[in-house]
């Protein structure tokens, strides 16, 4: 294969011109990371944080995909993005069967607000689950590149310590640079494999062991959607400015601020009335949404065995039967739990009325 001529004096690369695939590199089991070139030689210019859009040529018609740029433009000779394999991902599945070196495409981009250009602070927190750890691997070699030490919490969630994509580039990063501390936490071991890291779902008190001082960094957050609403749960309750809080998803791709959707989750609003039924002992107590259901039912003379009181232990797990709770828990109950209508009333807040079985 030739190699393309520099041709720096040029504009950089545009989306007029096809990429080239450089290099395949896997990851992990079911991911890699696809570099691409131009063949004119144009470099890259871009922000770390941004996507691109693949148009690849499956065998029923061509299909367009976006994806998060996993490079930095702090290295403009080339272009990447990791892909990881998902069940019903056709696209994926197609680029890791079938896209080799030589191959050209035709893309589209970059683009994309996702970045920290767009935010700048002296202290970052970036958070990020499975395949989500792209845009903060670019902004992270960006940082890195930059020359200037960084300050970087870089929190990232996996199921294993092996699905951990990047995790030796960004071990080498940190060995060397005291600025970018990294905090892996993993469902399950791998085996025969040593883990000393965090393990478990992430939740506030491990938030608050990996980046005491949060409350002062500006943070990035992205993964699958019912991770980023768990961390946006997390800093709400933890009284972080959620301006200062911004996010990428999994889904359709946002261009330009003007698209960005608003983020307005629901949680307890100072001053608003709310009333709890105790159903079991006949009981109906009037409260603030502000207030917990484990706090009521003590103010009402009833009694819920509790423990932690902050949604570790699980010991004030109770049904509820009907009306909406905010609950931001510490990984005290499963999710089966929670789908089958449990709450933990240490830390479950009511939105109006509801009822529990107490």
């Known amino acids: 294969m030739p190699k393309p001529r520099l041709n720096w004096a040029a504009e950089p690369w545009s989306d007029d011109e096809h990429l080239e695939c450089a290099m395949v590199v896997p990851e992990t089991a079911d991911a890699a990371t696809f570099t691409f070139r131009a063949p004119s030689g144009a470099w890259?210019?871009?922000?770390?944080?941004?996507?691109?859009?693949?148009?690849?040529?499956?065998?029923?018609?061509?299909?367009?995909?976006?994806?998060?740029?996993?490079?930095?433009?702090?290295?403009?000779?080339?272009?990447?993005?990791?892909?990881?394999?998902?069940?019903?991902?056709?696209?994926?599945?197609?680029?890791?069967?079938?896209?080799?070196?030589?191959?050209?495409?035709?893309?589209?981009?970059?683009?994309?607000?996702?970045?920290?250009?767009?935010?700048?602070?002296?202290?970052?927190?970036?958070?990020?689950?499975?395949?989500?750890?792209?845009?903060?691997?670019?902004?992270?070699?960006?940082?890195?590149?930059?020359?200037?030490?960084?300050?970087?919490?870089?929190?990232?969630?996996?199921?294993?310590?092996?699905?951990?994509i990047f995790r030796r580039r960004l071990e080498q990063f940190a060995d060397r640079v005291p600025g970018l501390q990294l905090r892996f936490t993993v469902e399950q071991n791998d085996p025969f494999t040593a883990w000393t890291g965090y393990q478990g779902r992430l939740n506030q008190i491990m938030l608050g062991l990996m980046a005491p001082d949060y409350l002062e960094r500006e943070v990035f957050c992205c993964g699958p959607e019912p991770f980023m609403q768990s961390v946006r749960d997390m800093l709400v309750a933890l009284g972080f400015d959620m301006d200062h809080y911004h996010q990428e998803s999994f889904g359709a791709p946002i261009k330009t601020e003007a698209d960005a959707p608003v983020i307005d989750d629901v949680a307890p609003e100072e001053g608003a009335k709310a009333q709890i039924t105790f159903a079991a002992s006949g009981v109906t107590t009037p409260c603030a949404e502000t207030d917990t259901v484990l706090a009521v039912a003590k103010r009402s003379g009833l009694n819920i065995p509790s423990g932690c009181t902050f949604g570790l232990c699980g010991t004030c797990k109770i049904r509820k039967i009907s009306g909406e709770v905010h609950m931001v828990h510490n990984g005290g109950i499963s999710d089966e739990d929670i789908e089958d209508g449990y709450i933990l009333a240490c830390c479950s807040h009511p939105l109006g009325p509801i009822a529990v079985e107490v």
């Open 44 to 164: 890259f210019d871009y922000q770390p944080g941004q996507f691109i859009t693949l148009d690849l040529p499956l065998p029923s018609g061509n299909v367009q995909r976006t994806y998060t740029i996993s490079s930095s433009p702090s290295r403009p000779l080339s272009i990447s993005v990791t892909v990881k394999a998902q069940r019903t991902s056709l696209a994926t599945r197609w680029m890791l069967d079938h896209l080799r070196p030589g191959m050209r495409i035709k893309a589209y981009g970059p683009s994309g607000i996702f970045s920290s250009h767009r935010h700048p602070a002296k202290k970052h927190l970036f958070i990020s689950a499975g395949s989500g750890v792209t845009p903060m691997m670019s902004m992270t070699t960006w940082a890195w590149d930059s020359g200037e030490m960084p300050d970087i919490v870089f929190v990232h969630a996996a199921r294993s310590p092996s699905d951990i």
